[in-house]
């Protein structure tokens, strides 16, 4: 059986009448750990985007598990998981009642409180999230990981704001989501010293045709 999760086939992302980049095609398979590269603006962003099925592609298609995600697009909804730029978390609610509501939305393989022990906030359950540091803020968001069960995760700049205790820590989750046959992709201004690490870098991708190292 083979462990091939996603498929990108020639994709093209044109934003502003700007062609960011084209004929990006890559195969990407359980326990893969790939790091999106390029300078501001290359369109990191937006391929993540597209390949969480936010925004369309200007060219190419998207296979999860095979299938073009026109036909697949409700299983692959419950089997990724998009943390962006901005955290999905709402301030005037406690660090807890966030995840519960994210909880309560699907199946899930922890519960919240210890999710929120496990990435440094016990004690800060009851706290709203308006009152929780950039740092506090951004593990709220980071909380969900441990409690989704979804295979492939996909994270904008995962590591924003957070201390190096908790750099270590989404490097072990990250980590220990490979070795379970995790799929994970995301960009970072940081290197990762995360074995078998791929680099997906945008700026070799033009017209012609492109490949993953």
């Keep these: ?4 999760l996603l498929e990108l086939d ?33 369109g990191k962003t937006s391929l993540l985007r597209i390949i969480a099925g936010l925004t369309p592609a ?19 909804a419950q089997d990724n ?9 709402k301030r005037s ?17 922890t519960d919240p409180i210890t999710a929120l022990k496990l990435v440094g906030l016990k004690g800060y ?5 308006d009152q929780l540091s950039a740092g506090q803020f951004r593990r709220v968001a980071l909380a969900r990981l441990h409690l989704t069960k979804a295979k492939i995760w996909i994270l904008d700049e995962p590591f924003t704001a957070i201390d190096k205790s908790g750099v270590e820590m989404l490097e072990l989750l990250i980590k220990q989501h490979q070795s379970q046959g995790g799929l994970t992709l995301l ?20 017209p012609e045709s492109g490949v993953i190292a």
């Design 10 to 42: 020639h994709l093209a992302c044109e934003r502003d009448d700007r062609l960011l980049f084209a004929n990006l095609t890559a195969v990407l398979s359980a326990g893969d750990l790939v790091q999106i590269l390029g300078p501001n603006g290359a």
């Design 187 to 206: 960009t970072s201004h940081q290197d990762l010293p995360i074995p078998g690490i791929k680099h997906l870098q945008l700026t070799d991708f033009c």
């Design 93 to 109: 609610l406690t660090a807890l009642e966030n995840l519960q509501w994210f909880a309560a939305q699907q199946s899930v393989q």
């Design 81 to 89: 998981i998009y943390l962006g730029h901005l955290a999905g978390v």
């Design 125 to 129: 359950e009851d706290t709203t999230c």
């Design 1 to 4: 059986m083979s462990d091939i």
């Design 58 to 76: 200007t060219a190419g298609d998207i296979r999860y598990l095979g299938q073009s995600l026109t036909r697949s697009r409700w299983q692959f």
